[in-house]
């Protein structure tokens, strides 16, 4: 009985610790928010007060390095959303002993350190008298994270039941339609997890951006380059802004989702 309340006890703490991990830091952004002081802490407090918010507003460098940035994450889904599905169905389809190379050559960038990958975009790209810019930023991303899209489709489809492709087949369906009305179905909440994780990892992206970006600076860079001059709290603002934007979206995603489990449940039962 000992042994299994200190195991409980363990990992009771160990769960306080690593929630505290996640979220403390958040927590004290969102705090120094509201500092009145000219830089982002939380010590020692200055007052309460609201004008970052202010600040934010009349930041026009910073929302237009955020426009940037969304702009370029867009791009790079339109992009990498259909180069990771089409690889993941390419190699699920390869039986030959290239597969391994295959696979290996298209997980290549994600083991390439990004400053590489930044660099030799625009080396390759100004020979052809393309400068940086959203487009060499969108090219430079999407070769990495079209990656991240193909391994989150290949474990859905590691799972998908090929007798339904065979019978569909079968039954007269052609491929195309065999893939809009099974397999696609199928992939979806793997291609929209997949689009998710895209977005992210090109909304954050620093080391390959700053390379390619040029005179479009994004979002990561203009904080960066703030840093030099001294950062105010308006980047908390902008980062509290977007947690509340993250939170609410995952809460209305939870929502529909237990809503449409209900329904299902109901039709289930009738």
């Known amino acids: 009985m000992t042994s299994q309340r200190l195991l409980a006890f363990g990992l009771k703490f160990y769960i306080v610790v690593f929630f505290a991990y996640l979220f403390l830091p958040l927590i004290i952004m969102s705090l120094a928010t509201f500092n009145d002081s000219r830089f982002p802490t939380v010590t020692p407090w200055g007052g309460t007060?609201?004008?970052?918010?202010?600040e934010l507003w009349r930041d026009g460098g910073m929302w237009h390095a955020l426009s940037n940035s969304l702009m370029v994450a867009a791009g790079v889904l339109v992009l990498a959303v259909p180069i990771g599905i089409s690889s993941a169905l390419f190699l699920n389809t390869v039986s030959s002993r290239a597969k391994p190379f295959i696979y290996a050559l298209i997980l290549s960038p994600l083991l390439t350190p990004g400053v590489i990958i930044g660099i030799s975009t625009l080396i390759f790209w100004r020979q052809f008298g393309v400068s940086g810019g959203i487009f060499l930023t969108v090219l430079g991303q999407t070769t990495f994270i079209a990656a991240y899209?193909?391994?989150?489709?290949?474990a859905r489809l590691q799972r998908f039941d090929r007798t339904m492709e065979r019978a569909a087949l079968d039954l007269g369906a052609t491929q195309w339609q065999m893939f809009r009305r099974i397999l696609l179905p199928y992939l979806k909440p793997a291609i929209l997890s997949a689009a998710v994780i895209a977005f992210l990892q090109s909304f954050e992206n620093y080391n390959t951006t700053l390379f390619v970006a040029g005179y479009d600076t994004t979002l990561t860079v203009y904080i960066a380059s703030q840093v030099r001059t001294g950062l105010t709290p308006a980047v908390n603002a902008l980062g509290l802004i977007l947690i509340l934007i993250t939170v609410v979206l995952a809460v209305a995603y939870e929502l529909?989702?237990?809503r449409e489990l209900a329904n299902a449940q109901k039709a289930g039962a009738m």
Do not use: D, H, Q, S
């Open 49 to 54: 007060t609201l004008r970052w918010f202010g």
């Open 149 to 154: 899209v193909m391994l989150m489709v290949m």
């Open 256 to 258: 529909k989702r237990r």
